[in-house]
């Protein structure tokens, strides 16, 4: 299980590659391993988007 720690360093590096569509990877690749049967990865993307919605802050309307 990837700890919440290994989970916020890699959001944050995916963030800094990627930027605003780091959220939409992170949702794209937990969908992907949810498909394939892998429920341990798919909650560890789902823990990484998690962390990029938080530090990306609320949507602008």
């Known amino acids: 299980m990837l700890q919440q720690s290994e989970a916020v360093r890699q959001a944050h590096r995916l963030y800094d590659l990627m ?3 780091s959220e939409a990877h992170a949702a794209e690749r937990a969908r992907s391993e949810r498909d ?26």
């Open 36 to 61: 394939a049967g892998d429920r341990e990865a798919a909650r560890g993307w789902e823990m990484i988007r998690r962390v990029i919605r938080m530090r990306r802050g609320p949507n602008e309307s």
């Open 19 to 21: 930027g605003d569509r």
